[in-house]
């Protein structure tokens, strides 16, 4: 399937970023998905199908029910990328405490 939108575009939306924590810990269909929410069922639908197209789920069909489930893969494609923002931010931040230590000896 060709991917039309982009990942953070995609994880941009709270209900998206709901719908991934949700499934976070197990697979499940569409209908169970939808119940966790006060918004119609085709808009749900079309969460899943953006996350979907930008491969941050899978699809298993198992009869005639659909189970969604994350795509570690593309998850982990974007831990990958938000890594060196977080070393930065980690450096910044112990950089300011080593800052506060030395200000509050000199006290």
């Keep these: 399937m060709k991917t039309r939108r982009d990942v953070f575009q995609a994880i941009a939306d709270p209900t998206r970023r709901a719908i991934l924590l ?15 929410f006060d918004t119609a069922r085709p808009t749900v639908s079309k969460h899943l199908q953006i996350l979907t197209e930008c491969e941050l789920l899978k699809q298993e ?47």
């Design 22 to 36: 949700l499934l976070a810990s197990q697979a499940m269909t569409a209908g169970a998905i939808a119940s966790n």
């Design 61 to 107: 069909q198992n009869g005639r029910e659909v189970h969604y489930q994350l795509n570690p893969d593309k998850m982990k494609a974007v831990d990958d990328f938000l890594a060196p923002f977080r070393k930065m931010w980690d450096d910044r931040f112990n950089k300011l405490e080593s800052l506060m230590k030395s200000y509050k000896n000199k006290k």
